[in-house]
């Protein structure tokens, strides 16, 4: 099982439209967890963290589910500005970073 | 704040050559940074670990005398593709963990590197 799992998509939303993703993890020490959004042939840039009691920046929710490993992105009234692919990423302490594979957004007008 | 650059954006050398790969946190201190590695269409894929002052750990399958990497100060890393090869032709990226207090574990990215290998 891949240490972190996320479903590649591509998810096809139209503008205006609510989208949620998921990312799943198997080691349950991981520590801290992120949200990064990479443009195509452009480096990723840090989104959010996520928090134990879920945090919200404008149109961006994430929360994490300890219980079952998991932590969700929902980015509410899509703009054609959020296609890109969002990494889920996470740091079990020790300098251990780990990427998913990310999950690829592409909002049409 | 916590601005990381890379230079040089872009490189096209021959097969045999060595290239160098600059990068830079401008605006913090990072003891630690991070070389990465994309190809189309694939994640990230983590090469190595650079400590300011220490020897870098490198992940299982990168050759250490490949890529060699320095550390020099808090703001400086380097990385050397040393003899390049066509297949090593890939988006490097860096990054440096640290940055304001509470966000030490927050990596900021370089904007990478494009490496062709003719």
């Known amino acids: 099982r891949k240490e972190v799992e996320q479903d590649p998509g591509p998810f096809n939303v139209p503008e205006g439209a609510t989208v949620a993703f998921n990312c799943t993890y198997s080691?349950?020490?991981?520590?801290?967890f992120f949200w990064y959004r990479q443009d195509c042939r452009k480096e990723p840039k840090l989104l959010m963290s996520v928090y134990s009691s879920g945090n919200e920046d404008g149109r961006f929710t994430a929360q994490l589910n300890r219980a079952s490993q998991y932590i969700s992105l929902l980015i509410r009234d899509s703009k054609l500005s959020d296609s890109a692919t969002y990494l889920c990423?996470?740091?079990?302490?020790?300098?251990?970073?780990?990427f998913g594979a990310g999950t690829r957004l592409f909002v049409k007008a | 704040g916590a601005v990381v650059s890379q230079h040089p954006s872009w490189v096209i050398c021959k097969s045999g050559t060595s290239v160098k790969i600059e990068c830079r946190s401008l605006d913090f201190q990072a003891t630690t940074m991070f070389w990465y590695r994309q190809f189309p269409k694939q994640s990230l894929m983590l090469m190595a670990t650079?400590?300011?002052?220490?020897?870098?750990?490198?992940e299982q399958g990168v050759e250490k005398d490949k890529f060699l990497i320095n550390h020099a100060s808090l703001t400086l890393s380097t990385l050397t593709v040393t003899s390049a090869h066509p297949e090593d032709s890939s988006f490097y990226i860096c990054?440096?963990?640290?940055?304001?207090?509470?966000?030490?574990?927050?990596?900021?990215f370089g904007p990478g590197t494009r490496l062709l290998v003719l």
């Open positions: 650079s400590n300011e002052g220490s020897k870098a750990t490198y």
């Open positions: 080691n349950s020490a991981s520590q801290s």
């Open positions: 990054s440096a963990e640290g940055g304001e207090a509470g966000r030490r574990e927050t990596q900021y």
């Open positions: 990423v996470l740091n079990t302490g020790g300098f251990k970073t780990i």
